[in-house]
């Protein structure tokens, strides 16, 4: 999977969960917190539907690792199969 596709998958996902953000808008390096209202509950679900869609287990303690899609991207990137 390249670089690109990943950035998709991961805003479709992304968008699915906060449905009031617009995948256009997001700006790659900074945090989804610092973009729109992305709280715990957002992210616990997004890792779990990065596991369901990827098929890559994002254990609690890497969640940091999801706050942005430069992270999600740089994270996911050597475990998607």
Same mark, same amino acid.
């Given at each position: 999977?390249?670089?690109?596709?990943?950035?998709?998958?991961?805003?479709? +996902?992304?968008?699915? *969960? %906060?449905?009031?953000? !617009?995948?256009?808008?997001?700006? &790659?390096?900074? #945090?989804?917190?610092?973009?729109?209202?992305?709280?715990?509950?957002?992210? +616990?679900?997004?890792? *779990? %539907?990065?596991?369901? !869609?990827?098929?890559?287990?994002? &254990?609690?303690? #890497?969640?940091?690792?999801?706050?942005?899609?430069?992270?999600?991207?740089?994270?996911?990137?050597?475990?998607?199969?």
């Amino acid at each position: 999977m390249t670089r690109d596709e990943l950035a998709k998958r991961i805003l479709d +996902l992304l968008t699915g *969960i %906060a449905p009031d953000v !617009e995948a256009a808008s997001v700006i &790659p390096g900074i #945090d989804f917190r610092d973009q729109f209202d992305f709280d715990s509950m957002d992210t +616990l679900n997004f890792a *779990i %539907a990065l596991h369901k !869609e990827l098929g890559v287990e994002v &254990p609690e303690a #890497d969640y940091a690792q999801l706050a942005s899609l430069e992270k999600c991207i740089a994270y996911l990137g050597s475990r998607v199969k």
